[in-house]
C-alpha cells in the first residue's frame, strides 16, 4: 500500500506555469503516472514515469509543454506545465502502478493508487 499525496495546484494565467508535486508515502518502484479531469470530461492521461526515468506522454494534449520527472530518493514525482492553456484547467490527480513496470503505462486501469488530486484553473 502507498499514499500518494498532490500539490501545487492553483490559478494561473494563460501563457504562466505550474509545477505539480505527488509524494509517495513510501519509497516505491511503481510508475507514477498523472492524469487530470475536466468537469463534465472523463478522466485523461497526462504523463507517466518509470522508477528508472522513462518517461510517456499524451502527446496530442500536453507534450512540449508538461515535463514529469522524478526524484526517487524524495519519493516525489513531479510534473512542471509550462505555457498553460484554459484547456488544461482540470483536477490533477497522480496515480501510482500495483507493481514495478518496464516501460510507463497510460491505461488508468493500470493503477492500483491514487491521490486525492489537485486543481489547476487556468484563465484566459
Known amino acids: 500500500q502507498v499514499q500518494l499525496v498532490e500539490s501545487g495546484g492553483g490559478l494561473v494565467q494563460a501563457g504562466g506555469s505550474l509545477r505539480l508535486s505527488c509524494a509517495a508515502s513510501r519509497r516505491t518502484f511503481s510508475t507514477i503516472g498523472w492524469f487530470r479531469q475536466a468537469p463534465g470530461k472523463e478522466r485523461e492521461f497526462v504523463a507517466a514515469?518509470?522508477?528508472?526515468?522513462?518517461?510517456?506522454y499524451n502527446s496530442d494534449s500536453v507534450k512540449g509543454r508538461f515535463t514529469i520527472s522524478r526524484d526517487n530518493a524524495k519519493n516525489t514525482v513531479y510534473l512542471q506545465m509550462n505555457s498553460l492553456k484554459p484547456e488544461d484547467t482540470a483536477v490533477y490527480y497522480c496515480a501510482a502502478t500495483r507493481g514495478q513496470t518496464v516501460l510507463p503505462v497510460q491505461r488508468d486501469q493500470e493503477y492500483g493508487y491514487w491521490g486525492q488530486g489537485t486543481q489547476v484553473t487556468v484563465s484566459s
Open positions: 514515469i518509470t522508477w528508472s526515468g522513462i518517461t510517456t
